[in-house]
């Protein structure tokens, strides 16, 4: 479990993210501390943070379009299911939370430079999962390496994935397959994506209007979901 760290207190009062005009390209609102409670208050409105560097102040987005992976519609390449097959990687959920977003943190991304994962993102997701909300998911090798993982959070009733990283071809996405398998054995129909990749947009992710995606939330939270899940 990771170590809890001190990060300021100030309570952010988020907007309603169905009056976003379009010309402000998901932007909700700039500030204000990384901590659990803003964090709870944005993923409740289906709101994440993003930020530029660790100069600037927080941006806080609700993009339009939004990525979401539907698990009804969840493709699984020929290739990847004879990879899975031969079960040459071990999963594991919650055992290296530090270790996957080090990782993620680390990750080139082509198009994009440095990372949004800046230290203090880093620090108050490290409390997000001492606090029980923020989750991650492991895949090692035959040799016991961590070749791949996942980082992402749940917030009544909606999982949001944040970053994934790989080392070895083909793992971050035998990373999404278990953790949508484990999600769908827990009662989920979809996860939050945020963004299309190639990893999502090739096992079946796809982006549909912001409005969409609230009225999603919306409709998951009148069935009363649990405010934490286990993933052990």
């Not at 993009?63 to 290739?79: A, C, N, T, Y």
């Not at 430079?113 to 998911?137: L, P, Q, R």
Request: glycine share 6%.
């Amino acid at each position: 479990m990771a170590k809890k760290i001190p990060l300021p207190s100030t309570d952010i009062k988020f907007p309603d993210p169905k009056i976003l005009p379009k010309e402000s390209e998901g932007l909700l609102f700039v500030g204000g501390a990384l901590n659990t409670r803003n964090l709870l208050s944005a993923y409740k409105k289906g709101i994440y943070p993003w930020p530029l560097d660790e100069t600037y102040p927080v941006f806080w987005f609700c993009p339009e379009p939004r990525g979401v992976l539907d698990f009804q519609d969840l493709h699984l390449p020929k290739s990847l299911q004879k990879i899975r097959k031969k079960n040459l990687y071990r999963f594991s959920f919650n055992t290296a939370f530090l270790s996957v977003i080090n990782q993620c943190q680390k990750q080139p991304r082509p198009g994009q430079e440095g990372t949004w994962i800046t230290e203090a993102m880093k620090e108050a997701y490290c409390n997000f999962h001492a606090d029980g909300y923020a989750h991650s998911i492991e895949c090692w090798n035959q040799e016991g390496t961590l070749v791949a993982g996942i980082y992402g959070v749940y917030v009544d009733g909606v999982f949001s994935g944040e970053s994934m990283f790989h080392i070895e071809s083909n793992c971050s996405k035998l990373c999404l397959i278990e953790l949508v398998l484990k999600l769908q054995s827990l009662g989920l129909k979809w996860i939050d994506t945020q963004m299309l990749t190639p990893v999502t947009e090739q096992l079946g992710g796809k982006y549909i209007s912001r409005q969409d995606f609230l009225k999603r939330i919306e409709k998951v939270h009148k069935q009363k979901p649990s405010s934490k899940i286990s993933l052990l």
